[in-house]
């Protein structure tokens, strides 16, 4: 992601005004369980929050315009529509876009910030990603989270309307790779939901976690991220969080189909969005064509199409062709 079309001091002489003025007005799209928990955090810092969604009456455009920051946390399959709604909006020069969603786009391969990048280009533009379950950041339970821009005023700024007693925000200056930590692991938090529901135990588990790291890394390295992101909030941080709590909705899809439910009878019974089943067949797309090793969200994908069964998965894993660890060479 390259920013075009501002310039970074004018940027921060704007920001600067705005962090010391009162106010600041925040616009967050979607009404879901996460624009509401970023919503209630970002009014613990004394600034002006309306939130939209497809279903609001007011217009967006009108909304926006005195934004200082606009936050999209729709899930994956909002985020072309919204970012065309504000391409052909009158956003204030300095407004900061903040992309929190969590998925990769069906037809293109691209995730959320690419899809911003490419439609609203003049606006710097910062990922926001962590082990953020929303219930619990609801229940003003403390969390961590990282803001990544490739502009680092427009991170700070981000950084500094969402930073609390209860939620510590770091900067970060690889985007696609916070993205990507994400976005990936809701994927693995099905397989790992699944472990759970087959009650294969604690060694299983940790083994599919710290190995799902490395394929997750793999398709970080391709996309142009930092393999060292991987190791922080974003990456281990969040595959921590989802696949280590029942709150995860992909989390709750695999533990599910665990215990006998079909996929659609599996995502009917989830409140909410669970990312990772269309994470998983954008996924193998991009790993088919580019020839990138993922057996584990391979075999999740495989088990979340029918087919093969939860047993055939487990033997897939256990029975591929032994090798060393190779921690050195990830790009393979
Ligand atoms: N919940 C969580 O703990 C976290 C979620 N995320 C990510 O945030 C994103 C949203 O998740 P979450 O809020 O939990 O999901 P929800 O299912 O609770 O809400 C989804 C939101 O996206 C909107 N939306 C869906 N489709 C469209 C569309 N075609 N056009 C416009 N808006 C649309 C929905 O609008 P409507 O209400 O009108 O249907 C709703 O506001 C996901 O990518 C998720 O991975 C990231 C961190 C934490
Ligand atoms: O991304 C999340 C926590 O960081 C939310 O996970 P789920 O989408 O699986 O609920």
Known sequence: MVQTGYSPLGLTKIIMQNMKSDLKNVTIIGSGAW????????????????????????????????????????????????????????????????????GLEPTTGKTPSQIWQSLVPNHPLVVLSGPNLSKEIMEG??????????????????????????????????????????????????AVGACDGLNLGTNAKSALIARSLIEIIRVGVYFGAQPETFWGLSGLGDLLATCNSNLSRNYQVGYAIAQG????????????????????NVLIEISDREKISVPVSRYVYRLLKGEITLQQAVEGLMERDLKPENLENLEL
Do not use: M
């Not at 200082?68 to 876009?97: C, F, M, N, W, Y």
């Not at 439910?261 to 998983?280: P, R």
């Open 141 to 190: 339970k403390p969390a961590a989270t990282v803001v990544a821009s490739y502009n680092d005023d427009a991170a700070q700024f981000i950084q500094n309307i969402f930073a609390s007693r209860n939620f510590r925000v770091y900067t970060n200056s690889d985007p696609i790779g916070v993205e990507l930590g994400g976005t990936l692991k809701n994927v693995i938090a099905i």
């Open 261 to 280: 439910l079909s996929l659609d009878e599996a995502i009917a019974q989830v409140q909410g969005t669970a990312e990772g089943v269309n994470t998983a």
């Open 35 to 102: 624009g509401s928990a970023l919503a209630d955090l970002v009014q613990r810092n004394d600034c002006h929050v309306q939130i939209w969604s497809r279903q609001s009456q007011s217009s967006l455009a009108a909304l926006v315009s005195n934004s200082d920051a606009i936050i999209s946390a729709v899930s994956i399959k909002g985020v072309r529509t919204i970012a065309e709604k504000l391409q052909t909006a009158k956003l204030l020069p300095h407004a900061v876009l903040v992309s929190a969603t969590k």
